[in-house]
């Protein structure tokens, strides 16, 4: 029966078993504990001030004997005086013993020892005004004649201690019983645990922990030395590197999902872009022509002049904005040749000169050698430096400094590179919008379209290479561009 239960069912239950025993005899030893603290307390409290309560009138009693004795012998009045005040410490030890008193027993005798003392203190004080008034022979018969009184009241006061004696045996008797009872159920409760710590061990050592030692013996491929008397920690190591394989497989599929939805993206508005050469392209090169022959044919004046000038520059720059759209929306065709990086730079710096004085941009090439040739388009990589020179212009608004650094490095997992960095002195990117940066359609420019940093990173990807920015806010911004010197190295993306 108990072989038909899951492993799980049987762990729980056998630790709910032992929480249980615990919890009961932790509860049993605060039970026993208050039991004991309320008996100690009773004992304090009431028991033993009883007790000694009834030594107190035991005492009173026989010391005014004594003082009665003491008068009728040298007739000294101190001894009257002390007689005076062990009468009332009698009384007030007898009142003490009424609160203290708890049942009907122990209340009768105090009712005894009262009434047979005050029957007592007449007759003793009788005896005192016989020895006072000389009559000796009188006095001394009375005293002798009151002594049974005196003993009876004795065996009252010690009646009722023996009752608080009594009380405190049998309460002893019950905390011995209560005690053995105890020991008894801890010597159960001990059993039980063992029992069940053995079957927990017995389970844990042959279908948790043997199952473990096989799996780890059958996953350390490896057979690392160290590892044979340690099973959890061989099948944690096993388990870490399935998690990184698994971490890995997820990357590559969540970089294979970017590009698909990329590809889509690209498809969708390669849709668009057919659509809008057709229905935007065409109307505007005949507003152009139109406006070309206006401004030959009429005769216009100064302000028509510079309104058409105007119009002139915006439909110049949807013009521009449509190549853009249309530049992005179409897979760039790849037209390879055997090239060095450093013409295309050189090139681009050639084409944008006038622009960069424009601008007031000094830069500044440093290059040891130039770079190996490679399978590239000259063009597209002319493109991408003249993408990423004109933005730098644009952002130091007040002139700057563009470092150009071209190296040659081997990278660990990408191996040989060629690295060309591009470093302004404007200011900088916020680290918020840097993630953003290369995303289609965002600009931080007024009338940019938000796809230039697009398509140069995507260029740079189809040669199997990678643009990254490094920018902190007020120092500049950098843009790396790795190219593999083997045209069939590819290039992950982080």
């Known amino acids: 029966m108990f072989h038909r239960i899951s492993l799980q069912t049987r762990i729980l239950l056998i630790l709910g078993a032992l929480m249980f025993i615990t919890a009961t005899g932790a509860i049993i030893s605060i039970s026993h504990t208050y039991v004991m603290d309320r008996y100690i307390n009773k004992f304090l409290e009431t028991d033993i001030q009883a007790i000694h309560a009834s030594q107190e009138l035991e ?198 999902q970017e590009h698909l939805q990329q590809a889509e993206k690209w498809a969708l508005l390669g849709k668009l872009a057919a659509g809008v050469a057709h229905s935007v392209r065409n109307p505007l090169t005949s507003v152009k022509m139109r406006l070309f022959s206006m401004e030959r044919t009429l005769s216009l004046t100064d302000s028509e002049k510079e309104d058409l000038e105007v119009i002139s520059e915006e439909i110049k720059h949807i013009d521009i904005i449509v190549g853009n759209f249309l530049e992005f929306s179409r897979p760039p065709k790849l037209k390879t040749q055997r090239i060095s990086p450093s013409d295309s730079v050189d090139m681009s710096l050639q084409l944008l000169k006038h622009r960069l004085e424009s601008y007031d941009v000094k830069v500044k090439l440093i290059r040891d050698r130039r770079l190996p040739e490679i399978q590239a388009d000259p063009d597209q990589l002319k493109e991408v430096f003249i993408n990423l020179l004109v933005n730098a212009c644009e952002a130091m608004v007040d002139g700057g400094h563009i470092l150009i650094r071209e190296t040659r490095q081997v990278l660990e997992q990408e191996g040989p590179v060629l690295m060309i960095e591009m470093s302004d002195d404007g200011p900088g990117i916020p680290e918020s919008i840097q993630g953003k940066l290369f995303q289609p359609f965002f600009s931080t420019k007024e009338e940019g379209t938000g796809l230039g940093l697009s398509i140069a990173q995507r260029m740079v990807e189809e040669h199997g290479g990678s643009l990254d920015l490094e920018s902190i806010e007020g120092k500049g911004a950098t843009f790396r561009i790795r190219l593999p010197v083997s045209g069939e190295v590819s290039w992950e993306k982080y």
């Open 59 to 256: 005492n009173a009693l026989v010391m005014q004997k004594g003082y009665v004795t003491y008068y009728f012998q040298d007739k000294d009045p101190v001894w009257l005086e002390e007689l005076e005040k062990h009468n009332a410490s009698f009384e007030t030890w007898l009142k003490r013993a009424r609160q203290l008193a708890e049942t009907e027993k122990e209340r009768n005798i105090l009712n005894q020892i009262d009434s047979q003392y005050v029957r007592y203190s007449l007759a003793r004080d009788a005896v005192v005004n016989f020895y006072k008034q000389g009559h000796a022979e009188q006095g001394y018969n009375l005293h002798k004649s009151i002594r049974g009184q005196f003993f009876e009241i004795i065996d009252l006061c010690r009646k009722f201690k023996t009752a608080y004696v009594d009380r405190i045996s049998e309460a002893r008797e019950a905390i011995k019983e209560r005690a053995a009872l105890l020991n008894a159920a801890a010597i159960g409760g001990l059993i039980m645990v063992m029992l069940l710590g053995f079957l927990l061990a017995y389970i844990l050592l042959n279908q948790i922990l043997g199952p473990i030692r096989r799996l780890a013996s059958d996953a350390d491929e490896r057979k690392l030395p160290g590892m044979e008397g340690n099973e959890v920690k061989a099948l944690s190591r096993r388990f870490q590197n399935l998690i990184h394989d698994v971490d890995q497989t997820r990357t590559k599929l969540e970089l294979s």
